[in-house]
T-cell receptor
């Protein structure tokens, strides 16, 4: 069965610092990978996705993620964090054929200090 | 487009009561899903539908029923509410066919349910 691990429950960074959120997945074939962001009291918004091709994926709000098959990882990065990036971030993996059956990680809560 | 809408935003139930969480989308999406979100557990899939008249169970279906009579609507029914169903519920939709090259799930704003 597919699974997603986000090893960091909570991360605090200073505004302007770089950010990397870790995501490891377990899946038997080539996965579809997603990063979502959830601001407090809001639904989830898609940041970026990887289906195939270039392993470095650009997303919205200046985020990027790199798919590394050898490490089963899909880490999210941002060169310079803004205070508005404070939110909870979820990595998710989906099987080939349907996006309805997404498996989510437990999330990483990002706090940004000024 | 309104996207994915959910009602109500908040609900308090007593143990044993039943209710229906409403979800609607106006994007003509074939796929719709219900998730629950609990602290430290991320989102877990309850039920999903690949089109009108077709539903299937997800990871945590017990205590919930769904139906899909139209493309637009995908209500979630709690038959006899239990405190363990206290959670935030999200509905999501996506267009058919990941093989088509991209299939983002669009999420509603959520319903916060408390069962006393």
């Amino acid at each position: 069965a597919q699974s997603v691990t986000q090893p960091d429950i909570h991360i605090t960074v200073s505004e302007g610092a770089s950010l990397e959120l870790r995501c490891n997945y377990s899946y038997g074939a080539t996965p579809y990978l997603f990063w979502y962001v959830q601001s407090p009291g809001q639904g989830l918004q898609l940041l970026l996705k990887y289906f195939s091709g270039d392993t470095l994926v650009q997303g919205i709000k200046g985020f990027e993620a790199e798919f590394k098959r050898s490490q089963s990882s899909f880490n999210l990065r941002k060169p310079s964090v803004h205070w508005s990036d404070a939110a909870e971030y979820f990595c998710a993996v989906g099987p080939t054929g349907t996006a309805s059956k997404l498996t989510f990680g437990t999330g990483t809560r990002l706090q940004v200090t000024l | 487009n309104a996207g994915v809408t959910q009602t109500p935003k908040f609900q308090v139930l007593k143990t044993g009561q039943s209710m229906t969480l409403q979800c609607a989308q106006d994007m003509n999406h074939e796929y719709m899903s219900w998730y629950r979100q609990d602290p430290g557990m991320g989102l877990r899939l309850i039920h999903y539908s690949v089109g009108a008249g077709i539903t299937d169970q997800g990871e945590v279906p017990n205590g919930y029923n769904v139906s899909r009579s139209t493309t637009e609507d995908f209500p979630l029914r709690l038959l006899s509410a239990a405190p363990s169903q206290t959670s935030v519920y999200f509905c999501a939709s996506s267009r058919e066919g990941v093989a088509g090259g991209g299939n983002e799930q669009f999420f509603g704003p959520g319903t916060r349910l408390t069962v006393l």
